[in-house]
């Protein structure tokens, strides 16, 4: 039986997520939801979509969807989310999951009380070349990593529109761009569990009430501490979106470009390991990307198997950002709350 799949967002990602689950044998592109008629039309012809209608509330009652692509503006994606979560629909839901922690813990309770799988699109974590880097890291090529270094930045450009409108984004450049390099340093690590983290953040480039700079200190359960940027608008960045740094005690890895350092024991020579993928590379974030981030959410739907990155994976985010937030308006460092406590949220 083919499993359909729902979109909600008629925008730009969610076009990338339905050439995506149009590629996969047995998947039907069944419905969307979205305010906007014309754009909900467009979708659902450039798609061969049957159903559409106004609200995610409306789509799970005229369509027998399995699972749902929530693709919205970020205010949107926990009521919509767990509106389908409640009816027993999977949900892929874009990042952030949310505006907060405690919205993303609600999330994944109301997975779990109706038997519906919850993944979070970071879809770093489906390139090639960090699943190259987090194997070298695995296999101990560069030893315990002491520190990472990642950005997540656009130059000379920023977004308009909700995007810079706190009541609908909830964070500015930190939520938008900040959170893929703190998620592919988190990736890197093997995901351990933040401790604290220690921020400043402003509004330096544009006339909006949300972040357009960010740096932020994440200190990890092990030992290891993360410098992570975000920002709108940069002069510079020392990479494109999600480069990632690790410096180790046996070596150095990278993504983007991707490389291994490897010192000798005196370090008088440092073999370097070039896994050979280009860069710059033609296009930063290719469609092959959500493909499998997209082929990842259907397998685990077909399997029942928990999709990472699942809701925990995506709250853990949450609990950073948040933690950013307010790190940055009371000038300290903040404690993160221990793995076991988060569902008392």
Not at 16 to 40: C, D, F, T, Y
Request: aromatic share 8%; charged share 20%.
């Amino acid at each position: 039986m083919a499993i359909r799949i729902g979109f909600t967002g008629t925008g730009y990602i969610n076009t990338i997520h339905a050439r995506a689950a149009q590629k996969i044998p047995g998947v039907e592109l069944a419905g969307v939801a979205n305010h906007r008629p014309e754009s909900m039309a467009q979708f659902a012809e450039a798609f061969g979509i049957r159903h559409q209608a106004e609200t995610v509330e409306a789509l799970l009652e005229a369509a027998e969807i399995d699972c749902l692509v929530v693709s919205t503006p970020n205010y949107l994606h926990a009521p919509e989310t767990t509106a389908a979560l409640t009816a027993g629909v999977h949900v892929m839901v874009e990042k952030p999951m949310a505006l907060n922690a405690g919205e993303a813990a609600a999330m994944i309770r109301a997975g779990e009380r109706h038997g519906a799988l919850l993944m979070v699109a970071h879809c770093w974590r489906f390139d090639p070349e960090a699943q190259w880097l987090r194997e070298q890291v695995r296999a101990g090529r560069i030893g315990r990593v002491i520190r990472t270094k990642g950005c997540g930045v656009h130059v000379n450009w920023g977004p308009g529109g909700w995007f810079t409108q706190a009541e609908f984004a909830g964070g500015g450049a930190l939520a938008d761009m900040g959170i893929h390099a703190l998620d592919t340093a988190r990736f890197l690590l093997g995901d351990p569990w933040p401790e604290s983290v220690y921020a400043r953040i402003g509004t330096h480039y544009g006339d909006y009430d949300v972040d357009d700079t960010g740096v932020l200190l994440v200190s990890w359960e092990g030992g290891t501490t993360s410098y992570i940027e975000s920002g709108w608008r940069q002069p510079h960045s020392d990479g494109p979106e999600a480069a990632t740094q690790l410096y180790a005690q046996k070596g150095f890895g990278s993504i983007y470009p991707t490389l291994l350092e490897l010192p000798d024991g005196d370090g008088r020579e440092v073999e370097r390991i070039d896994p050979g993928y280009p860069f710059p590379r033609a296009d930063h974030a290719p469609q092959s990307m959500y493909d499998a981030q997209m082929a990842h959410f259907i397998e685990s739907i077909r399997s029942g198997e928990t999709p990472v990155p699942g809701g925990e994976e995506g709250l853990v985010n949450m609990l950073v950002v948040d933690a950013a937030y307010r790190s940055a308006r009371t000038g300290e460092a903040v404690r993160i709350p221990a793995s076991t406590e988060w569902r008392t949220m």
